[in-house]
């Protein structure tokens, strides 16, 4: 288990190296410096205007699938129900991606309010197993979550 531990994150590093353009890090731990390998897929583009790419729903880099940010943008405007939509499309994604909950490392929670804190936990508690992933949450600043969302999420798991 630690050795596999070990090996996922020498991948997350070498992956956010290669995408940060750090490439001699990269090439000393084995992996390429260049974000375009073989074998690395993007998928669920989010178009808008002129069908042009803004960003991709998902995308596939050395080993692991990195979630684009999912919010709730509808009613009703309570912070469980838009937890509930955030995590179950999250969980779609990370489906599309070959990846599911169980395989999530990392999460970052944003959201609107930190008073919200609470009641976005009661929903997220258990959603993904018993070996739950690091997470970070923040409140956001001026302007909040972009959109009417209460809370937005991302996250980088495994992939198939």
């Known amino acids: 288990m630690e050795q596999q531990r070990r090996s996922v994150l020498k991948k997350l590093f070498a ?14 731990m084995g992996s390429p410096a260049s974000a375009t390998t073989p074998g690395e897929k993007k998928g ?24 684009a940010g999912k919010g709730a943008h509808v009613a009703p405007f ?12 999250l969980e779609a994604e990370l489906i599309r991606a070959g990846s599911s909950m169980d395989k999530v490392l990392k999460v970052t929670v944003y959201l609107n309010d930190i008073a919200d804190y609470k009641g976005m936990n009661e929903v997220y508690k258990g959603r993904f197993g018993n070996n739950p992933p690091v ?26």
């Open 135 to 160: 997470r970070t949450t923040v409140a956001v600043a001026k302007g909040g979550v972009p959109g009417d969302s209460l809370v937005e999420m991302d996250c980088i798991a495994i992939g198939s």
């Open 78 to 89: 309570e912070i469980k129900a838009h937890t509930e939509i955030v995590l179950k499309e």
């Open 44 to 67: 669920g583009n989010i178009t808008y205007e002129q069908d042009v790419p803004l960003f991709s729903g998902h995308t596939k880099y050395n080993g692991l699938v990195y979630i």
């Open 15 to 28: 992956s956010i190296a290669g995408v940060a353009g750090i490439g001699v890090a990269a090439k000393a």
